[in-house]
């Protein structure tokens, strides 16, 4: 294996210069061989280093059992290996998280009855990252088409996160049965493309362009829980090298690794709701330690080491041995979007819940006293804005409203570079600078407390009684419980 990615991209282009002198041709032209491209060697159904030629067929046969000359060990000093296509499926973390990142569960809340009518069931997938819409430079999320449209969902119906509000179902319900509560809404379905190329999906963020309000959905373009090169950022777009090691972060198996085996695979033909769908030339990829991605992972951004986003997790095997994703190029241009890496939107009116106070806290008091004017800056004073995004306000939020919710996940030390430290700094420097004075006076009077509590624990649960007592409240645009 090429030690280096430019090494990598040489070797491909190498094989790819044999293929197109005639190479090609000559292997299709082996009974039972319908696609060839350049791709890792497989051993056992497991890639190997080795880059070779790959030569598809239907069916893999003993070479005794053949009637004609089988494909040849190697073509040029270039090892050949045949594979098997088998049948594939489409592939569908139910945290709440406000503000939205990449990596997290989605629905359209379409509920429809099990094919034995006996079971209610929806939809679920994953949203990958966020974009911009050429046309008007607005922010939309990215998923897979057929987890934005399952059941029916079309263009202007809404998209929720986690899921959408629980109601009461029954089989002898009219069904396809549509979410009544837009709770938990956050975007509308505007554009989707199903073709030969891609199965990809694009909803606008109900997120605030008003001058005079605080609503809206807040999110950044990170992944939750990447972690790669010391970041969760999205860094762009790529192109998917065959044999590059890759990322992932699905609402189903969480973060995993793999490689690409080849970025041209053949013909995939997947049957969903009496149709069937033909997919050609996708990036078919494979997990280092078990399966890349599991049914609820459709709709996830496949990442390189560079964090740049190289395609989209649309599809896997039946036994979750081997996953298919769009190329990105294709992508943006069926939904005529771009991924820059700087997506970032403001701080939603309803903060994350982040859990109950303990008893006796002064700090119940100042997140009544105060969260109204913070979100106000957040949203509309440019300044402040600036300063939440640097510090990766989101992010945090996000990491503390998961920590509420699973005792056993640890906060990161820093995300996208900014360290715990760094955060809190940067957000006292802006509400000092731009806040009312009773805002500034408590920033100042608490602002040792919080960062030793901050940066000296690891969960929510922790920091919250580092800080100490106080009057039972609950933390994220709730009344006051009394207690």
């Known amino acids: 294996m090429p030690d280096s990615i430019e090494e990598l991209i040489a070797e491909n282009r190498r094989i790819e210069g044999i293929l197109a002198g005639g190479a090609r041709d000559r292997l299709l032209a082996v009974p039972g061989v319908y696609h060839v491209a350049t791709g890792l060697k497989e051993v056992g159904g497991r890639a190997t280093d080795e880059l070779c030629v790959k030569a598809y067929v239907h069916e893999k046969r003993e070479l005794a059992a053949l009637s004609h000359e089988p494909v040849p060990s190697t073509v040029s000093g270039v090892r050949t290996d045949v594979c098997e296509v088998g049948r594939v499926r489409f592939t569908s973390d ?6 939205l990142t990449g990596g997290i569960q989605i629905t359209n809340g379409i509920k429809v009855l099990s094919a034995d009518h006996t079971e209610v069931e929806y939809e679920t997938g994953t949203l990958g990252c966020f974009a911009t819409h050429v046309t008007d430079g607005k922010p939309v999320l990215l998923t897979a088409w057929h987890v934005a449209t399952a059941n029916g969902a079309t263009y202007g119906e809404s998209i929720f996160q986690p899921d959408s509000e629980i109601t009461e179902d029954t089989v002898d319900d009219r069904y ?3 979410p009544v509560s837009m709770k938990n809404a956050v975007a509308k379905i505007a554009d989707y493309k199903v073709d030969a190329k891609v199965d990809c999906a694009i909803a606008r963020v109900n997120t605030c362009y008003s001058c005079c309000c605080n609503c809206g959905i807040g999110f950044d373009n990170v992944v939750r829980e990447l972690a790669v090169g010391g970041s969760n950022a999205v860094a762009g777009t790529a192109a998917a090298v065959s044999g590059q090691p890759v990322f992932k972060v699905g609402r189903t198996s969480d973060r995993t690794s793999g490689r690409i085996i080849t970025t041209s695979f053949p013909s995939l033909s997947i049957d969903l709701d009496g149709k069937t769908y033909t997919f050609t030339n996708q990036i078919h990829i494979q997990g280092d330690t078990g399966p890349f991605a599991g049914p609820g992972d459709s709709g996830a951004v496949v990442v390189d080491q560079n964090r740049k986003v190289v395609g989209l997790h649309f599809a896997g095997d039946a036994n979750d041995a081997n996953s298919y994703a769009n190329h990105i190029a294709d992508v943006l241009a069926a939904l005529h979007i ?43 004073d440019r300044r402040v804005t600036v300063a939440w995004h640097r510090a990766q306000g989101p992010s945090w939020l996000a990491a503390l409203a998961r920590s509420a919710r699973d005792p056993a996940y640890r906060l990161p030390h820093e995300i996208a570079g900014v360290t715990r430290a760094d955060a809190l700094a940067r957000l006292r420097d802006a509400l000092v600078q731009h806040g009312g004075a009773e805002l500034r006076a408590d920033v100042e009077r608490h602002y040792d407390l919080v960062l030793a509590a901050f940066t000296g624990h690891h969960t929510t649960g922790e920091l919250l009684d580092a800080i100490g007592g106080g009057t039972p409240v609950r933390i994220g645009g709730g009344d006051a419980e009394n207690g």
Do not use: C, M
Not at 350 to 373: I, Y
């Open 94 to 99: 139910s945290f709440r998280y406000r503000g």
């Open 176 to 178: 396809p049965k549509r």
């Open 338 to 380: 771009t991924i820059t890496g700087t997506e970032a939107a403001l701080l939603a009116e309803e903060l994350p819940d982040l859990g109950t106070l303990p008893p006796g806290s002064w700090l119940a008091g100042r997140v009544e006293a105060h969260q109204s004017e913070v979100v106000t800056l957040v949203n509309h």
